[in-house]
């Protein structure tokens, strides 16, 4: 390689060390995960994940970001014109929990984060906590003006539908054993997303529908 040209970096390669980078940490913590072990399972070395991401702390946040920018993408894909907020709080509701069920290490990654009340945390408030609220709350005020929904409290319903779904897959590993089941198995699961689209059905709709 000429003197002063500067290596090209492979998306590829990024990738992988993302991949393993979100393993270590939501097992062991930004504080526990060694960057040697996150560089060895991604086929890399140390001076290359520092190449690609500077240090610990930013592959940290690098991690984050790409999971959140996955949950903003997925969970609020566009609505169709003329899309009844029924429709659009069902589909907000199946793709939230497809995101969460084929991406495990996101509570846990979370989960910790919100253990940590260092400042480092308030991005994630920022940037993507808070729009989450409050694109779910306008939803659902939009759904109580039209007449499809009872006339609840957003601010509130926010958190039931959000609680409901985040805490199963939170739980998961404790759940399992106190049902005696894996609670992450696809029938499981599907059985738990009918469940819950039943229950906002019924408790969120002022006409409940027959779910499919």
Same mark, same amino acid.
């Given at each position: 390689?000429?003197?002063?040209?500067?290596?090209?970096?492979?998306?590829?390669?990024?990738?992988?060390?993302?991949?393993?980078?979100? &393993? %270590?940490?939501?097992?062991? +913590?930004?504080?526990? $995960?060694?960057?040697?072990?996150?560089?060895?399972?991604? %086929? $890399?070395?140390?001076?290359?994940?520092?190449? #690609?991401?500077? *240090?610990?702390?930013?592959? %940290?946040?690098?991690?984050?970001?790409?999971?959140?920018?996955?949950?903003?993408?997925?969970?609020?894909?566009?609505?169709?014109?003329?899309?009844?907020?029924?429709?659009?709080?069902?589909?907000?509701?199946?793709?939230?929990? *497809?995101?969460?069920?084929? =991406?495990?290490?996101? /509570?846990?990654?979370?989960?910790?984060?919100?253990? *940590?009340?260092? /400042?480092?945390? &308030?991005?994630?408030?920022?940037?993507?906590?808070? /729009?989450? =609220?409050?694109?779910?709350?306008?939803?659902?005020?939009? +759904?109580?003006?039209?007449?499809?929904?009872?006339?609840?409290? $957003? %601010?509130?319903?926010?958190?039931?539908?959000?609680?409901?779904?985040?805490?199963?897959? $939170?739980?998961?590993?404790?759940?399992?054993?106190?049902?005696?089941r894996n609670v992450l198995s696809p029938q499981a699961?599907?059985?738990?997303? #009918?469940?819950?689209?039943?229950?906002? *059905? =019924?408790?969120?709709?002022?006409?409940?529908?027959?779910?499919?």
């Open positions: 390689m000429r003197a002063g040209r500067r290596k090209v970096k492979n998306p590829q390669t990024a990738r992988r060390i993302l991949a393993a980078a979100e &393993e %270590h940490f939501a097992a062991q +913590g930004m504080a526990g $995960a060694r960057t040697e072990e996150i560089a060895t399972a991604a %086929h $890399a070395n140390k001076a290359m994940l520092y190449y #690609y991401f500077g *240090d610990k702390q930013r592959l %940290h946040r690098a991690v984050m970001e790409n999971l959140l920018r996955q949950l903003r993408n997925a969970a609020f894909a566009p609505a169709a014109a003329k899309t009844s907020s029924r429709d659009r709080l069902i589909g907000w509701v199946n793709r939230y929990f *497809d995101f969460l069920a084929t =991406h495990p290490n996101y /509570p846990r990654l979370v989960q910790r984060e919100v253990m *940590d009340t260092a /400042p480092k945390f &308030e991005w994630i408030v920022r940037e993507y906590f808070r /729009p989450f =609220h409050r694109r779910l709350r306008s939803l659902i005020e939009q +759904g109580v003006a039209s007449g499809e929904f009872r006339k609840v409290d $957003a %601010h509130q319903t926010v958190f039931t539908v959000l609680g409901m779904t985040v805490f199963y897959f $939170a739980s998961a590993p404790v759940m399992s054993r106190v049902s005696g699961l599907k059985e738990r997303k #009918y469940a819950l689209l039943d229950f906002l *059905d =019924h408790g969120l709709m002022r006409t409940p529908t027959r779910l499919r």
